[in-house]
């Protein structure tokens, strides 16, 4: 079966992990998944980009790297909302090498920092941005004073993984 006639199928969580299976760990079929993403058929993009998230949770980091940075570049892009919410959510659970930190925490940030991002998008941003504080500690500051200016008036989601993550800064920080 053809991935294209998979995807096509409902959009239900069925499908979503009929395609994560049929993908497995196979990098080309992982590579003809991230070409349907980056690719104009808007609709395919969006239903091929909510299964990233299903293939994260069997191991993405070896599938993803060779196309980290083009899928990080589609945060800086004009995306629908799902395609940015899934590479996000996707970014939390991936090691992201050293190359690509500075542009990650570029486009999370800016993420973060837009009030007209959708709550999920900018949470998951959030978090991407915590792990990176994981490993270069001296932005702890920095992502403690947005999530902090942010917090006041925010959707409870936004104020749940923000209180959580400036609790974990506040540990940092000490």
């Not at 490993?135 to 993984?161: F, T, V, W």
Request: charged content about 25%; overall charge positive.
């Amino acid at each position: 079966m053809h991935l294209l006639t998979i995807l096509q199928k409902e959009r239900s969580k069925k499908t979503c992990i009929e395609v994560a299976d049929f993908i497995g760990n196979s990098p080309e079929r992982f590579a003809e998944l991230i070409e349907i993403i980056i690719g104009k058929d808007l609709d395919m993009a969006n239903r091929a980009a909510w299964v990233i998230p299903s293939i994260a949770d069997k191991n993405i980091d070896k599938l993803i790297q060779p196309y980290l940075k083009t899928v990080i570049e589609l945060l800086n892009k004009p995306v629908h909302d799902a395609i940015k919410r899934n590479v996000v959510r996707m970014l939390q659970f991936t090691t992201i090498p050293k190359k690509l930190q500075g542009i990650t925490l570029e486009y999370c940030f800016q993420l973060l920092n837009n009030p007209k991002e959708a709550v999920a998008i900018r949470v998951f941003a959030m978090t991407v941005l915590y792990n990176l504080t994981l490993q270069e500690p001296d932005l702890a500051h920095e992502l403690y004073d947005c999530i902090e200016m942010h917090l006041h008036g925010a959707l409870p989601g936004y104020k749940s993984r923000g209180g959580k993550i400036l609790k974990a800064l506040s540990k940092m920080k000490s």
